[in-house]
Nanobody, 122 residues
Framework: QVQLVESGGGLVQPGGDLRLSCVAS????????IAWFRQAPGKEREGVSC???GIRSSVKGRFTGSRDDVENTVYLEIVNLKSEDTAVYYC????????????????????WGEGTLVTVSS
């Protein structure tokens, strides 16, 4: 049974940093790309990071995705948090094996975690 469980969200002050975790089970992380998405109130879900076999760390602006194969965990680090980063953050297992042009497409994901809420506020 495929499971993805996110954790690490919470209330953070602007300018702070945060690391989210996603523990994967029921499949091999070598066989699928795993992506991070976020969804702010009233907005569409958007991709922020993707890691897969051969891509152990991915940096996109203030977002860094990484994976720990021993712990079966994927991480998302966000630095210099801004109020517009307030959102529910989800990890998802992709249909494909490696990250590519569709890594930011929610329709390319097969399984989702429940999400973890990040609130950036002073």
């Amino acid at each position: 049974q495929v499971q993805l469980v996110e954790s690490g969200g919470g209330l953070v002050q602007p300018g702070g940093d945060l690391r989210l975790s996603c523990v994967a089970s029921g499949f091999s992380m070598d066989d699928y790309a795993i992506a991070w998405f976020r969804q702010a109130p009233g907005k569409e879900r958007e991709g922020v990071s993707c890691v897969s076999r051969g891509i152990r760390s991915s940096v996109k602006g203030r977002f860094t995705g990484s994976r720990d194969d021993v712990e079966n965990t994927v991480y998302l680090e966000i630095v210099n948090l801004k109020s517009e980063d307030t959102a529910v953050y989800y990890c998802a297992r992709a249909l494909m094996r490696v990250c590519g042009n569709s890594a930011g497409d929610p329709n390319a994901m097969e399984y989702w975690g429940e999400g973890t809420l990040v609130t950036v506020s002073s």
